[in-house]
């Protein structure tokens, strides 16, 4: 069976349950715990010296669930999950406040006895059932009533980027809000088609390269199972790939390469406090001395959080929004520190169209941790700009972003020798001096001419121009609430 036909048969029983106003997330969720349960008692049948011992205690594992019936199924199950929950490792990052969602007994034993138990999910190859989940994943972030796209990263895009990073055995790499794991999943895949691995090196691929932190429990789950299917961790892992925590209270290690697509949105619930004291009125304040500047701006925090877990010549690549590359104040002091203590040598400008949250303009930013210049001068020497927005439009439908619209900017990027990069009419170099005396340091730079400028028959749909005005307002209106808020304490 090919992940496609799986895919389709997993969906085509959520159209069911949907008739019981479970959601895509829902359905995913539900998913994912008697998948774990039916991938831990296959384990256990295997022959030597491949079996292993359920990591599930007994009487909650899976023959007790395909014993079962009517009411009895629907309580055990509620039993299992809430039980499963106060577990540690990998058992309980998936079951961690799991609730049945599936409220027909009759449906519940459809789903357990008809769907999961006709297939021997472990001797599927783990492309085939890792590419079906990320096929849910895909679908339930299409769901654009669920706001689940918000933990989805265009594929495309992610690969783009990974290939440009291309990591090495050996490597750490973290994504400190990391989602369902594409960035994760996308490393692993690039290590492990680039390099011929020993036996050692796929064991530490499996486990110790990869790490996430995500912040929603439901998120964590989804993303550890991914891992789980792509055969990253093990059912019975005590150190885990992903784990559930804020990753902007602290420092949580250093890596070789961070990758990351920080939530967008609002300004995060707490303010960062920095070494100069600065606070803030807002109820939950945390104290960062190894930040730059304060702000409740949580883009901005993540910039500095990033630049704070890379190792000495870590690279990172980093998605942020327009207002990370113009904003004043604390924006200005994130660009300015960090063009001096990082080579911040590559920002990629990214279409509008492409993410699930509509009118969004984001760009990636490139750099990497240098230590201090003997001469006190800035690490970043020269910023080039790839311009891959102007006069290009995609939509999520008809004209989707395929991985193809990136070769140009990765032929650019050129990551065998970046030294020897050339200028083309998307491509452009900016030299530090001249980049520091643009105002408030603004790296919102564009050279080429829109042609929507020009035409009006080249205009987006009225929808992404309305959903790109509201994000221009926000994020003007972020502005002058921070000038407030500033004008007070002074």
């Known amino acids: ?137 895909q679908k339930n972030a299409e769901d654009v009533k669920g706001g689940a796209g918000q933990y989805f990263t265009p594929r495309p895009l992610i690969a783009a980027i990974v290939d440009v990073i291309a990591p090495r055995p050996s490597e750490t790499i973290c994504d400190p809000a990391c989602g369902t794991g594409g960035f994760l999943l996308a490393a692993h895949d690039y290590l492990a088609k680039h390099y011929k691995l020993d036996r050692e090196q796929k064991k530490r691929l499996k486990n110790g390269t990869l790490f996430g932190v995500e912040l929603v429990d439901s998120v964590t789950r989804l993303c550890a199972m991914n891992l789980l299917l792509h055969g990253i961790g093990s059912e019975s892992d005590e150190v885990l790939p992903v784990v559930t925590r804020d990753a902007l209270s602290e420092k949580h290690g250093e890596y070789n390469i961070v990758l990351a697509n920080p939530p967008f949105g609002k300004k995060s619930s707490v303010t960062i406090v920095n070494d100069a004291g600065e606070t803030s009125r807002e109820s939950l304040t945390i104290n960062r001395s190894d930040f730059w500047a304060s702000t409740s701006n949580k883009q901005l925090n993540f910039v500095q959080h990033i630049w704070t877990i890379l190792k000495q010549h870590g690279r990172a690549a980093v998605v942020v929004p327009d207002n990370v590359l113009f904003e004043g104040g604390a924006g200005e002091t994130v660009r300015r520190e960090l063009l001096r203590n990082a080579d911040v040598h590559t920002l990629l400008r990214l279409p509008t169209g492409i993410f699930y949250a509509q009118g969004v303009k984001a760009n990636v930013l490139f750099f990497e941790r240098k230590p201090a210049n003997p001469k006190g001068e800035a690490n970043t020497r020269k910023l080039w700009i790839y311009d891959l927005r102007t006069n290009l439009h995609f939509t999520l439908k008809e004209n989707t972003l395929k991985r193809g619209d990136l070769d140009d900017f990765v032929a650019c990027y050129n990551v065998k020798n970046r030294a020897e990069r050339k200028e083309s009419e998307r491509f452009k170099a900016f030299d530090y001096d001249e980049l520091v005396k643009r105002d408030k340091l603004n790296l919102d730079i564009f050279w080429l001419k829109d042609e929507a400028l020009e035409e009006s028959a080249n205009l987006p749909p009225p929808d992404v121009i309305a959903a790109e005005i509201a994000a221009d307002l926000e994020a003007a209106l972020e502005q002058f609430a921070q000038i407030a808020e500033d004008l007070k304490q002074s």
């Open 1 to 137: 069976m090919n992940s496609a036909t799986l895919v389709q048969k997993l969906w085509n029983y959520c159209n069911i349950l949907r008739d019981d106003g479970l959601s895509y997330g829902d359905y995913v969720e539900q998913l994912t715990f008697l998948l774990f349960l039916k991938m831990a008692d296959e384990q256990t049948k295997l022959p030597p010296p491949h079996n292993k011992p359920s990591p599930v205690p007994k009487g909650f594992g899976w023959p007790m669930l395909l014993k079962l019936d009517g009411d009895d199924l629907e309580t055990h199950y509620r039993h299992t999950l809430e039980e499963l929950g106060k577990r540690g490792g990998m058992l309980g990052t998936i079951f961690r406040k799991a609730q049945n969602k599936i409220q027909d007994p009759a449906k519940l034993r459809r789903l357990i006895a008809d769907l999961i138990d006709k297939e021997q999910w472990s001797s599927l190859d783990s492309d085939v059932k890792g590419d079906a989940y990320e096929g849910l994943l």
